[in-house]
């Protein structure tokens, strides 16, 4: 199947940048959207961005200007750079996947292991 792995978070201070990766492998027959979640301590998980398959973006308010989601496609790879970062920017990020395996399968839903990004001087 379709296993992701993300790397790039870390503790960083108020106003530094972090690029988060996120690279799926596996049996990969093509990916519809790419899309980058986020879960604070105590608070529900909510979409950061995503990308389709034509690279169409949608940026949730709280991020946007500062944050740009892009992908490549030839390496099956979503990336997340985070500018400006503020800490209430801190919490796990999650990769997550929408591919199918076939061309007659279904798409269906990959979660990555997720990624703590700590913003705090």
């Known amino acids: 199947q379709v296993q992701l792995v993300e790397s790039g978070g870390g503790l960083v201070q108020p106003g530094g940048s972090l690029r988060l990766s996120c690279a799926a492998s596996?049996?990969?027959?093509?990916?519809?959207?790419m899309t980058w979640y986020r879960q604070a301590l105590g608070k529900e998980r909510e979409l950061v961005a995503t990308?389709?398959?034509?690279?169409?973006?949608n940026t949730a308010d709280s991020v946007k200007g500062r944050f740009t989601i892009s992908k490549d496609n030839a390496k099956n790879t979503v990336y997340l750079q985070m500018n400006s970062l503020k800490p209430e920017d801190t919490a796990v990020y999650y990769c997550n996947v929408h591919a199918r395996t076939t061309w007659y399968s279904a798409y269906y839903t990959v979660w990555g292991q997720g990624t703590l990004v700590t913003v705090s001087s």
């Open positions: 990308i389709t398959s034509n690279d169409i973006t």
């Open positions: 596996g049996r990969i027959f093509s990916i519809n959207t």
